[in-house]
């Protein structure tokens, strides 16, 4: 049996070394649904964590939630998929404080309630209140932010002044400088470049995953005789009228001419040889 202080400390690990690929995900939720004898302690690592760690980590374990859920039901596990559902509001309130530092994480938190809901692992009224409960947790000083508005509060050299030119690797702390300092945007946060720029890089990686899923249609049902991708598309279309039946005939009619000039070009070189 496994040593519960080795695989606590294990998890954390890869908890603290998700990023926007999908094989870090499925690392640390197969990890988990393995020793789901520890579920309460892991799940316990998973808040530490969100309390504990940056922004972008944090918004990397959110996304990490529904994957988890997955393989745990899959494994028919539920126990992972209760305790989420028992302490969203902890986890929510965690990736995304009231204080402002998690701005930028508002939109990552509403996309996975709207994931975790259309899956069925949280109900619709819950979902419904979370999101008017964060409602203005994405506004910095009057205005919406995001990654990119950081950074360029952060870093554009046309915004800082020739003293600023080279940054600080102190926070200074007296409230003349925390005013002047192109690093807080807002109540003394303080945004790290290298940060900014992981965080600018996942997001435009999940982005580009989801548009090449994008076309996907979702199986909800496990029987195989429904296909769901069939339903919809006989849903979409429109019943045949008389333009479709001259449609087909025009085309029937050029089927049959390629294939009677189809069979004069292989008797020709027939007959050749």
Known sequence: MADPFEVRMRFTSLLHHLNASTSSALKAASYALKHADYSDDLHSCILEQL???SMNNRANIMYFLPALCDVARDKREVSYGRMMERDILRIVDAVAPDDGSGAANVKVVRKVLRSLEGKGYLQARTVGE???WIGG???VDGGPVSPAQAT?????PLVQSTEAAVLPTTIRSTPHSTARDPYNVNSGIRLDKRQIEQRIEEDRERHKRA???IWAVQQVS???GDDAEFE???EEDSEVDEDDLQLMKEEAEERAV???YEEIVVKGGTAGD
Do not use: M, V
Request: aromatic share 4%.
């Open 51 to 53: 309390e504990r760690n």
């Open 130 to 132: 979370l999101e008017e």
């Open 137 to 139: 947790r994405d506004l």
């Open 152 to 156: 360029a509060a952060a870093i554009d």
């Open 211 to 213: 548009r090449e899923g």
């Open 222 to 224: 496990s029987n195989l």
């Open 232 to 234: 919809r598309c006989w």
């Open 258 to 260: 390629a294939l009677e």
